[in-house]
């Protein structure tokens, strides 16, 4: 079964392995570790287990909005989270994974930010296998692109509940 749940770093011996095939590393973080000891505040992390084992990683972070210039249409900023730095390691990769993940959010959000309505992403438009698993896991493309990422432009795709 696969669940999501906040880091602790008790966890941080099951994290470091965490890898990602080397031509994805450009899409997402390659040292989730030194990563999670850089966060803000406002930037909370979180795992994801397959039968209690950690196979994944995302990033929640409650000022994506204000933080990124994007062109979309919201009614409240404070009430959208941003997903970030999602990653599943290479050797359970294609398992769907990601997929039930994904589907298992807007349940784990409502529990843990009731405040959050919504959730925004951005994807790059080469990252084909993201894009498509997001779309399985029922994000709508928003129609408008990202032209702040380092390796070109992403598309902006949203979930809310
Ligand atoms: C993107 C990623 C998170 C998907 O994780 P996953 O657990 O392997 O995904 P799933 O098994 O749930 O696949 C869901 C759908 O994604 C698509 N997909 C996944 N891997 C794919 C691949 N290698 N090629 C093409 N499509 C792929 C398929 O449409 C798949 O559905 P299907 O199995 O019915 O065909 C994972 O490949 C990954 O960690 N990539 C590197 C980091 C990254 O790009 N993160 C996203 C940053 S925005």
Known sequence: MVTIEQYTPKKSAQVAPLKVQPEQVQFTISDVLSVIEQLDDHEHPHLILDDGVVVGFFLLDMNYLSNQAFDVEIDSHSAAL????????ETFQGRGIATQALQ?????LKRAYSEKTAAYLTVNC???AAYQCYLKAGFQDTGNLYHGGPVGPQYIM???W
């Open 82 to 89: 941003g997903i970030r730095a999602l990653l599943i390691d």
């Open 126 to 128: 080469r990252n084909v």
């Open 104 to 108: 298992a959010l807007p349940d784990y």
């Open 158 to 160: 949203t979930l809310s």
